[in-house]
């Protein structure tokens, strides 16, 4: 079993944070509620902690607003947002949701917890996938302030918990670069989106009606 440690790292490690930097012409894809938080397609959510990477400064045993402090997560394909977002229950309900297609007109720069980058960020690769929440959290919020080590990125790039595609999670400070994306909505119950949901329902052993 794996050992993961609070932050922050040891001292005595030379760390050697890895960046990605996303290009222009990147699409990137979001499965949203727009009936939780005031959720848009670009738009960040300012409570928390919650989720995985989640940087909010409030208790995460209590979580709440912290209006400095937004994030949001991405995937690069369907599959991977479908699977985040139901893959818990694998139970797919489309009812309520929208996905959002954006394709990026300005660079982003993520820190990179894939494979190696997760070590040489101070921490290990587990830390995308475990149900610690509460871990980490702690980890996403030195990320975010600790720019001595890691610079001012924009998120973070890493495995998924559910089938270990690259996902992202964005701090508001990527705001400007999502500002100018251009941005495609749909929702989610759309007979367009059927034949691609049934085929990863398939894939991944989920159940969708």
């Not at 894809?29 to 005031?38: A, F, S, T, W």
């Not at 995985?52 to 400064?57: A, I, L, P, S």
């Not at 990527?174 to 085929?199: C, D, F, G, M, Y």
């Amino acid at each position: 079993m794996v050992i993961i440690k609070s932050p922050p790292p040891d001292s005595k490690l030379k760390l050697n944070p890895q960046t990605k930097i996303l290009q222009p012409d990147t699409v990137l894809r979001r499965i949203y509620n727009p009936h939780k938080y005031g959720t848009q397609a670009t738009t960040f959510r300012f409570n928390g902690p919650r989720a995985r990477f989640d940087h909010q400064r409030c208790d995460p045993t209590k979580p709440d607003n912290d209006l400095e402090r937004g994030i949001n997560y991405w995937g690069f394909t369907f599959k991977c947002c479908l699977v985040e977002v139901f893959g818990d229950t694998r139970i797919i309900d489309v009812n309520d949701y929208h996905l959002a297609k954006i394709t990026l007109t300005q660079p982003l720069k993520l820190l990179d917890l894939i494979g190696d980058g997760a070590m040489q960020a101070g921490t290990v690769n587990s830390i995308s996938q475990i149900s610690d929440r509460h871990l980490s959290q702690a980890w996403g919020k030195y990320f975010y302030e600790t720019i001595s080590v890691y610079g001012e990125v924009d998120g973070l790039i890493f495995g998924n918990a559910h089938n270990n595609e690259h996902s992202i999670a964005l701090y508001e400070r990527a705001k400007p670069q999502l500002n100018s994306a251009r941005v495609k909505t749909v929702p989610l119950n759309s007979r367009s989106l059927r034949p691609a949901i049934i085929e990863v329902a398939q894939q991944c052993s989920m159940i969708f009606d």
